[in-house]
């Protein structure tokens, strides 16, 4: 199978290298970082210069880019893509930003397929759920998992996919950001030994006396932009529902917040590095690690 990948950050890698021994994959990023280059090669992915090149002929073009630049992605595609050929809008964006999108890519006579990836992308890998809405959506479900993915339909309405996503993500971003809140204040006032202990005596299965704060704050240090970006989507996705509760905007200024300290502090997630939740709050506010 031809596939094109537009956007070859971590999402992009992934399905890049679990994809491309089997089949033909191409590839397009913005960003031109000799790394992108060197990881595609890697990979078995042919990296090309544009979205032109990249979508070609391809019977799938993958789209996975960061949320901000989800419609502008759309666009440029929708002037390149055929009659034939499916456009799978796996981005963490709005069920109407989707719906947008979906009309942009009708314009040319293509299909575009709301596809939601339902956890992080490693260390899962291909295992990772996708859930798939759209236009024969049974079928395009039944092709990625014959390709090696693990997908299913969610049905036909383009949005609905995108809508378990953006409220799951109310919940796992929620929880990610109140746990940054709280474990970093507790560590200003030397107080955290005794929150967690009490958060492990409340819900002993989340693991708050193993490795369940480092996981959750690890997830802004790495990610921290990316996610507040997806929560804007997010908080867009509650809007739209005719509420007006304002957490999800304020869970993306956190993600935000958290990042522009790092910033502040010329800190650099290391990926290749054990995360010590303590340690960071530690480097946030200046203190000189022994």
């Not at 019977?59 to 989800?70: G, K, P, R, Y």
């Not at 236009?135 to 693990?150: E, F, Q, R, T």
């Not at 492990?200 to 690890?218: T, V």
């Not at 997830?219 to 005719?242: D, F, K, P």
Request: some cysteine.
């Amino acid at each position: 199978m031809r596939i094109a990948i537009i956007g070859f950050g971590e999402a992009g890698h992934m399905f890049g290298s679990a994809l491309a021994a089997a089949h033909h994959v191409r590839a397009y990023d913005i960003s031109t970082v000799p790394e992108i280059a060197q990881r595609a090669e890697e990979a078995g992915v042919i990296l090309e210069d544009s979205s032109d090149r990249a979508i070609g002929d391809a019977e799938l073009i993958l789209s996975l880019v960061t949320a901000d630049q989800s419609e502008q992605a759309a666009r440029i595609a929708a002037r390149i893509i055929k009659p034939g050929q499916r456009y799978l809008e796996m981005n963490s964006v709005s069920p109407d930003t989707k719906r947008k999108n979906a009309s942009l890519i009708s314009e040319s006579g293509a299909d575009l397929l709301d596809v939601a990836i339902m956890s992080p992308v490693y260390p899962a890998g291909a295992a990772v759920p996708l859930l798939v809405a759209g236009p024969d959506a049974d079928m395009v479900a039944d092709c990625l998992s014959g390709i090696g993915l693990n997908a299913r339909s969610a049905g036909t309405e383009v949005g609905r996919a995108a809508a378990i996503k953006m409220c799951r993500s109310v919940m796992i971003k929620g929880i990610e950001a109140l746990t940054a809140e709280s474990l970093l204040t507790a560590r200003h006032y030397g107080v955290e030994k005794e929150v967690l202990s009490s958060l492990h005596e409340s819900f002993p299965e989340m693991g708050w006396n193993d490795r369940a704060a480092d996981y959750l704050i690890s997830r802004i240090a790495q990610h921290g932009r990316r996610r507040a970006a997806e929560m804007r989507e997010v908080a867009l996705t509650v809007r739209e529902s005719g509420l007006q509760t304002g957490m999800a905007a304020e869970v993306a200024r956190t993600q935000d917040h958290l990042r522009d300290l790092m910033d502040d502090k010329g800190l650099e997630y290391d990926p290749a590095a054990s995360f010590d939740w303590r340690s960071f709050a530690d480097r946030l506010k200046g203190i000189r690690q022994n």
